[in-house]
């Protein structure tokens, strides 16, 4: 029998399992990288697109542009003659206000000087007193023509929305806390105080 030498591979054997796996996670890792230039490419196109629309916009809407700022700057001036008529309207109504209320009082200044010139030549003092109380009444008159209200007090509870203690007085329990003297009266022009009455209240 001839024996012939052989050769006999001692070298381990090489495994290249793992060598192929990372191989191909790294193939997928560049499919997901291409996969995503890929849609960023896409909407890229699609911005351009609609970038060069915009710019590129028909003569009719570049009119209805025009015509929209046309109104706007009319719109504006107009507002601007508005307010500036309104403010004028509202100077000449307070001015003509005070006006109305000036003449409402001439009358009554009319009367005082009759009553003043009368006590001068009379010594009546009955009919002086009468004369007094109808000028009185009259301009009570004119003012709550006007709007103009007395504010109630005497008696009343201490109201600091209407009223103005201006001195406490000892009284009896049922009368604390309670207005016992008016010093100056006090007047509402419609619902608007215009003058707080002033007051003693009771402790």
């Known amino acids: 029998m001839d024996n012939k030498a052989q050769t006999i591979d001692t070298d381990p054997m090489y495994d290249d399992r793992e060598t192929v796996a990372a191989a191909e996670a790294e193939m997928e890792e560049q499919e997901r990288a291409d996969n995503l230039s890929d849609d960023s490419d896409g909407q890229g196109d699609k911005t351009s697109q609609t970038t060069g629309s915009a710019a590129g916009a028909p003569p009719a809407a570049e009119k209805e542009h025009v015509d929209w700022q046309d109104r706007y ?3 504006a001036a107009e507002f601007d003659n508005y307010r500036k008529r309104t403010l004028r309207e509202k ?26 010139a009368a006590m001068e030549k009379s010594d009546d003092v009955d009919s002086m007193k009468q ?16 709007g103009v209200q007395e504010i109630e007090a005497m008696g009343a509870e201490l109201d600091t929305d209407l009223h103005e203690a201006v001195a406490k007085f000892p009284v009896e329990d049922e009368r604390k806390g309670k207005i016992i003297d008016v010093v100056q009266k006090g007047y509402k022009l419609k619902d608007k105080v215009v003058r707080f009455a002033k007051v003693v209240v009771g402790e």
């Not at 003509?96 to 009358?107: A, T």
């Not at 004369?131 to 006007?146: F, M």
């Open 131 to 146: 004369g007094v109380a109808l000028i009185h009444q009259k301009l009570l008159d004119a003012l709550r023509s006007k």
């Open 73 to 75: 700057v009319r719109l």
């Open 91 to 116: 100077m000449e109504l307070v001015a003509s206000g005070g006006e109305d209320v000036i003449k409402s009082l001439l009358g009554v200044m009319d009367d005082m000087d009759r009553a003043m």
